[in-house]
């Protein structure tokens, strides 16, 4: 088998993105924050600040994203969301400027139970739609 050319990877991711639903969307926003802080945070024990620098500031963009199409007029629980996500953005600055792998570990701690339980959420929504 052969490995897909960066081209067409990234046609594919496009083309995934494009057409994935609102709630596909969302896990899959998770799913590469979870990736971005694990990355981050193992960049940062190898010393590798550069690299740390990378995942954390794409972790920083995804967070920026889930609160700015945060709609707080939706949900009693959002304005509580919309504080757990600028905390997370403040924690993630500060983890890469400083370069804090904890710091990284913490965030990561709140975000993965998060990510689950968007997940949680959407198959119950689907087996009650299915």
Do not use: C
């Amino acid at each position: 088998m052969t490995t897909p050319s960066p081209a067409m990877r990234a046609r594919y991711i496009t083309d995934s993105v494009s057409t994935a639903s609102p709630v596909k969307l969302l896990l899959m926003l998770f799913d590469r924050l979870v990736l971005d802080l694990n990355r981050g945070e193992q960049a940062l024990l190898a010393g590798d600040r550069a690299e740390a620098n990378t995942h954390l500031k794409h972790a920083q963009d995804i967070v920026t994203e889930l609160h700015v199409s945060l709609n707080l007029d939706v949900w009693d629980g959002a304005a509580g969301l919309a504080a757990l996500y600028a905390f997370v953005e403040t924690e993630l600055v500060n983890a890469n400027v400083h370069g804090d792998a904890a710091k990284v570990k913490a965030v990561l701690g709140l975000m993965e139970p998060l990510r689950d339980t968007w997940r949680e959420a959407a198959l119950a929504v689907a087996a009650a739609e299915g």
